[in-house]
C-alpha cells in the first residue's frame, strides 16, 4: 500500500502530465507576456521603466509560497476573483506558476535582447523593415538567451512546489488521474507519509523532465546556423 | 555586373520578380536634404545642409571624421527625424507624409553601414532579408512554415546582388565566418537586393583592404549605372575623387562646398577645402 | 443572470488558457477540458443526473495519507454519480479553506476549532464520524523514561524536565492542537533548544523524530502506516488501549453553511456527511486496515440520540445547563471505546 506499488502507471502518467501541461501553458504565457515585455524594456523609453525593472528583478526571488498565498487570496470564493470559481483548478496552478515564471524569463531574455548590437537593429530598419521586423530580428539574434530564458522559467515552473500546492489544493482523483497534483507535490505527499524512497524516485522522473526539456532547448540552439556570427 | 552601360542610363540586369520594384527600366527618383540641421544632446551636429543626390550619379559626401557625415546619412535614410528642415524623396518631404506612405519611400532608400552589421545567419538570408520584409505576412508565414522543411534555392534576385559584389560563390556560407571586406561587400549586397532608387553607403571601405575596397567601388558604379542615386559617405579623398561624379564637403557640420568632383579637388572656392584636399588639414 | 455571465466569463477564461496551451502542444488539454465543463455543468444541473457533479472535500492528511479516503470515495462516487476532489491539510488548513468558502465540506480532527467554526455559522450539521487516538511516540531506548506511563500530562512534564528532544508538528493542525492542550494540561509552556516545531506533516515529523532520537505524539493511524520506515516506538497509549482518555482524536464531518456561500454544493456535501455517517461509510471505515491492524473506529451510528455531537461542545441551548459538558463528552467518548474497540485491540 504504501510502498512504490502504491504508485501505478496511470497516477504516474496523469501526474506528470499534469506538471507538463501546468508548466508548458505557464512558460507560453509568461513568454507571451515576457517576450514583448523584454523588448520594451530593452528598447524603449516609457515612464515607470525603472519601476519595472525593478518589479523584474524583484520577482526573481519572490517566494512562491507567498505568490500562492496571494492568488489563493484573489481566486477564493471570498476574494476578488472568486466568482469564476478557478482555486483547485490547473488554470490557478498556471496563473501562479506564470506568475513566478515572468520574472525569470523576462530578465534572461531582457540582457538577451540587449545584447543585440544597435548596428543590426539599424541595418534591419535600413533594409525596409518596419518596427516589428526590427523586433523579430532582435528576438531571432537573441535565440540563443532566449532559449535559455525559456528553460530557466520552464525549469522554475516545473520544480515549484511551494503555490501548486496552495492554489491547485493537490487532488487526484478516485480512479488515480490527477487533476492538480503533479509531480513535485506529490512527492510532498510522499514526504509526508515518510515514503521516502517513492519520494526520491518521484524526483528522479521530475529530473528526467528537466532534462529532456533542457536537451531538446539545447537541440535547439545547437541546430540553428550564425549563432557564432556578428563577431566584429 | 552583368553589361553595365556607362554613362547613367538603365542597365540590362534583371530586377528580380520578387522585388517590390517595376523593373530596370523604371524611372529612379532623386533623394534631396533641405536645410537639414539635427543636434543630440551631446556634439554631432548638422547645420543647414543642403544637397542633392541625382539618378545615375556618385555623390562624395566627404570630411574628417566626426563632421556629422553619419548624422547627415542616418537622416537621409531616415532613422530619426530632422530637428530642422526636410528629407526629400521624389519631391515629397518624407515627415509630411503618413506612416505608411513613408514606410513605402524609406523601401527605395537602401544603406550600409561603417561598422560590421550582418545577421546571424547564412549570407543568402541576410541578402534576401530586405525583399523578405516587402511581402505581404501571410507569404512570410508560409515561407516561414516552408522554411522549417529545408532551404530554398536564392532567387535571382538575391544571386544578382551578390554578383554585384563578387561574393556569389559565397551565398551559402554562415555570416559569421565571413572576412570583415566580405562581410561588408554582403551588406552591400543586401542594400542593392530590392533594387533601391537611392543607396547611402556610410564609409564602406574604411579598414578594408585594397581588394575588398576596389570590390566595392567596382559595386558603387554597377549600381550607378543602374541608375540608382549612390551617396558615398567618406573620409578618404582619393576614393572620393577615384568613384564619384560629384562631391560635397562637410566640416564641422556644414557643406561648405559643392560641385563636380574635378571641379571640387581642382579648384576648390574655399581655402578650407583646398588645405583639406591637399591633405594639409587635418582634424 | 449573474451566474450565467459567470459561467460564461468562466468559460471563456478557461477556454482562453487551454487555447494558448494548445498551441504549444501540451500533453493533456483535452483531459482538463473535461474536467472544467463537468464542473460547471455538474453546478448547473444539480440535482438531476447525468454530467458527475463534483464535491470538494478539504480535509487533514491523516485520513488522507492512511489511505482511508481511497477506500470510502470511491464507493461514494459510484452511488452519488459525484467526483471527489479531495484536499489534504492540516486541520486548521482545511478549516480556513471552508472558512473561505473554497471547500464544500470538511472531514477534520480538532473539536474545539470545529466548534468555533460551528459558532461562527460557516459550518452546519456536524456529524461524528469515527475515532482513533493519539500516541506519544519516541525512540526505542525511551531517554526520558516515560514508557508505560498512564497519564499523557505527565509523560509531557517527565519529557519537558529531562529536555528530552519533542517534535512538534506546529502547523495548526489536529494533531498540534492535541499537542498544546496536552502541553497545557500538563502545566509546561515548551520551549528550549529540546522543542522543535517544524511545520510540517505528520509523516515529515515522524521521520525526523526518528532521525534526531526525539519523541513526537502522532495519530495512531498515520504511526501504524509509516511504522515500516521508522524506528520509533510507542511509549505511550492512547485510550484505544487503555491509555489516557486525552489522548482521543474524535473525527467530524461538517457541511459549509449554504447561507454563507450559496456556490457551496451543500446537497451533496449532506449527502457525503449521511454516506460517511450511514451504515455503508461505516462499515468501509471499520474495515479499513493498515498493516494488519484497523486504523478508525466509526461512531456515527448510535441508537441512542447523541445532541452534543451538532453544536459546540460547550453550547448549552441558551440556558445554563451544563458545567461540566465536556466530562460529559469525554465520558461519552470512553463508552464509544468500550462499545467499539475489540478487547485484544
Known sequence: MFGLGDLNLTYLVSITAVSLYVSTAAVALSAAIGLPLSLLVGFRDFTGKSAVTSLISTGMGFPSVVVGLVVLLTLSRSGPLGAFELLFTPEAMILSQTILALPVLVSVSLSAVQSVPQDLRDAAFAAGGTSTDVALLVVREARYGIVTALLAAYGRAISEVGSVLIVGGNIVFSDSTSFTRTLTTAITVEARKGNIETGIALGAILLALVLGVNALGARFRDRTPGRNGRGR | ?283 | MAIERRRFLQAAGVGAVLGLSGCTGNTSPTEANNETSEASGGSQSEGESGAARELTLATTTSTYDTGLLDALNPVFEEKFNARVKTISQGTGAAIETARNGDADVILVHARGAEDEFLREGYGVNRRDVMFNDFVIVGPADDPAGISGMESATDAFATIAEAGATFVSRGDDSGTNKKELLIWEAAGVSPSGSWYREIGQGMGDTLVQADQSGAYTLSDRGTFLATQDNIDLEIQVQGPLKDGPTILKNPYGVIPVNPAKYPDVNYSLAMAYAGFLTGPEGQEIISNYTANGSQLFFPNALSEEPQFGQYVPEDYDGGENASESSASVSDAQFESWVAQHVPEDF
Not at chain 2, 85 to 106: F, I, K, N, S, T
Not at chain 2, 267 to 275: F, G, H, I
Open chain 2, 1 to 283: 555586373m552583368t553589361a553595365g552601360v556607362p554613362g547613367g542610363g538603365a542597365s540590362g540586369a534583371s530586377d528580380g520578380s520578387d522585388s517590390a520594384s517595376t523593373g530596370a527600366r523604371r524611372s529612379r527618383t532623386r533623394l534631396a536634404a533641405r536645410g537639414l540641421s539635427h543636434g543630440f544632446g551631446d556634439g554631432a551636429v548638422l547645420d543647414d545642409v543642403s544637397l542633392t543626390v541625382e539618378p545615375g550619379e556618385i555623390l562624395a559626401v566627404v570630411g574628417p571624421s566626426g563632421t556629422g557625415k553619419t548624422t547627415l546619412f542616418r537622416l537621409l535614410a531616415m532613422f530619426e527625424r530632422p530637428d530642422e528642415g526636410a528629407v526629400e524623396v521624389g519631391g515629397d518631404d518624407v515627415w509630411d507624409l503618413p506612416e505608411a506612405r513613408r514606410l513605402a519611400v524609406r523601401r527605395r532608400v537602401g544603406m550600409a553601414f561603417q561598422t560590421r552589421s550582418l545577421f546571424s545567419t547564412t549570407v543568402e538570408e541576410n541578402v534576401s532579408y530586405g525583399l523578405r520584409v516587402r511581402r505581404p505576412w501571410s507569404a512570410r508565414v508560409r515561407d516561414a512554415v516552408e522554411g522549417l522543411f529545408g532551404r530554398e534555392e536564392p532567387s535571382e534576385t538575391v544571386e544578382d546582388a551578390l554578383r554585384t559584389v563578387g561574393m556569389f560563390d559565397k551565398v551559402d556560407r554562415d555570416a559569421g565566418s565571413l572576412s570583415a571586406g566580405e562581410a561588408q561587400r554582403v551588406a552591400i549586397a543586401r542594400a542593392l537586393a530590392p533594387d533601391p532608387d537611392v543607396l547611402l553607403l556610410d564609409e564602406p571601405t574604411s579598414n578594408l583592404d585594397p581588394r575588398n575596397t576596389a570590390a566595392i567601388e567596382s559595386a558603387m558604379r554597377a549600381a550607378r549605372d543602374r541608375g540608382i542615386a549612390v551617396a558615398l559617405a567618406t573620409h578618404d579623398m582619393q576614393q572620393a575623387r577615384r568613384v564619384s561624379d560629384r562631391t560635397a564637403v562637410i566640416l564641422g557640420g556644414t557643406c561648405i562646398e559643392s560641385g563636380p568632383t574635378d571641379a571640387v579637388f581642382e579648384s576648390p572656392d574655399d581655402d578650407r577645402v583646398r588645405q583639406f584636399v591637399e591633405g594639409k588639414l587635418v582634424y
